[in-house]
């Protein structure tokens, strides 16, 4: 299977503070790599797919990187809201997708 | 507006069978551009994609290896939903599983795919 490496696995930020945050592939996967937000006892929300391609009704100021490899998903000025877990999640492979670790972004 | 409801037991004995059952509504189980989709999430093992079912002229379906033998998905198209069964459960299986649509679009370079939307979650209990 494909390996997904997030890092940083968290983050301490201040509200409008720019955020980033990357993904390695053990393999290249193109741009077949998914972002996805997830808040406390709540399921994942599609943010960012096709590596950099913004999901309808997401916030400009999420935007996604990267190919081969290597990803980033940025965050352009951190909001209230944008405390959460990111995950990133790879499409590439025909049968099994799988996920990195997660990143929890919390407040300073 | 596609929705996906959740719906099964929370706690499930060692060596039994775990089954949820997730109804689609908004969309079509036999949508051919589709995939319906099982994912589970731990702490030990973190977000874990299961398998899938979908439909090209007829029934298919993929399994992650660390389920697979222990795992199907069954569809019911005139429920319009699509149930999980998992069986020989230990206590590893425990964990909050997820029901979601794989959906894609196909760009000039290939076909891109994710999951989306998902299901609500249940938190499953392998447990005496």
């Known amino acids: 299977d494909i390996q997904m490496t997030q890092s940083p696995s968290s983050l301490s930020a201040s509200v409008g503070d720019r955020v980033t945050i990357t993904c390695r592939a053990s393999?290249?996967?193109?741009?077949?790599l998914n972002w996805y937000q997830q808040k406390p006892g709540k399921a994942p929300k599609l943010l960012i797919y096709?590596?950099?391609s913004l999901q309808r009704g997401v916030p400009s100021r999420f935007s996604g990187s990267g190919s081969g490899t290597d990803f980033t998903l940025t965050i352009s000025s951190l909001q209230p809201e944008d405390f959460a877990t990111y995950y990133c999640?790879?499409?590439?492979?025909?049968?099994?997708?799988?996920f990195g670790q997660g990143t929890m972004v919390d407040i300073k | 507006q596609v929705h996906l409801q959740q719906s099964g037991p929370g706690l499930v004995k060692p060596s039994q069978t775990l089954s949820l059952t997730c109804a689609i509504s908004?969309?079509?189980?036999?949508?051919?551009?589709?995939?319906w989709a099982w994912i589970r999430q731990s702490p030990s093992r973190g977000l874990e994609w299961l398998g899938r079912a979908y439909f090209r002229s007829k029934w298919y379906s993929d399994y992650a290896e660390s389920v697979s033998g222990r795992m199907t998905i069954s569809p019911d198209t005139s429920k319009n939903q699509f149930s999980l069964h998992l069986n020989s459960v230990t206590p590893e299986d425990t964990a909050v599983y997820y029901c979601a649509r794989e959906w894609g679009i196909y760009q000039l370079d290939g076909k891109y795919n994710w999951l989306d939307p998902w299901g609500q979650g249940t938190l499953v209990t392998v447990s005496s």
């Open positions: 393999q290249s996967i193109s741009t077949s």
């Open positions: 999640q790879q499409s590439y492979s025909t049968v099994t997708w799988t």
């Open positions: 096709a590596a950099s």
């Open positions: 908004g969309d079509s189980l036999s949508n051919n551009d589709a995939s």
